[in-house]
């Protein structure tokens, strides 16, 4: 069970706030309803409403197991997009893991990268994971260079596929195990 509460984790340009309910709002629903912007996520289905979000949110906000943070730009504040790390099993110290920049304007701009590197430290030198791995469409090419940019290790194809839209998707497993671990 979540044990470990936190107000923000700091970066250069971004700032991870634990999300709220404040963060609903036209902004989001508009990333939520762009087919461009959720092409490979899962959760995102056609015609999500602002009550679809909240009670979304409402569930995230509320889980034990998941940590879930609006993604916010450090001197302006803006809400750019929202990350997840969870299903957390705290039994094995092992986590998944989500990202989402919703901001169009902000894809290729660094903000994956270094909501990454923060994601990696939170989970591994303050909540002392053993494992982050997720699966990931292969054909989405910009989070396959962002995983590999983060060092993130893509342990192969799985067998399982991820279907939207009438389309069936190969998927990979992308992993790293707590660099701590290995290196002690």
Request: net charge positive; aromatic share 12%; charged share 25%.
């Amino acid at each position: 069970m979540k044990s470990v509460s936190i107000k923000s984790i700091e970066g250069d340009k971004v700032l991870l706030k634990p999300f709220s309910l404040k963060f609903v709002n036209d902004n989001y629903l508009g990333w939520m309803n762009d087919k461009e912007v959720t092409k490979f996520i899962n959760k995102a289905k056609d015609d999500i409403s602002l009550n679809d979000l909240k009670l979304f949110a409402n569930k995230m906000i509320k889980s034990d197991y998941d940590y879930f943070f609006a993604i916010l730009i450090k001197k302006t504040q803006l809400h750019v997009g929202n990350v997840r790390l969870g299903p957390v099993d705290f039994n094995l110290m092992i986590s998944k893991f989500g990202i989402m920049i919703g901001d169009k304007n902000l894809h290729n701009q660094g903000i994956g990268t270094e909501v990454m590197e923060l994601i990696k430290d939170f989970s591994f030198n303050y909540l002392k994971l053993r494992q982050i791995s997720f699966p990931v469409v292969k054909a989405h090419s910009q989070a396959m260079k962002l995983y590999s940019k983060t060092k993130f290790k893509c342990l192969g194809d799985l067998k399982e596929t991820f279907n939207k839209n009438g389309k069936s998707w190969e998927l990979v497993e992308w992993s790293m195990i707590n660099p701590n671990l290995i290196n002690s």
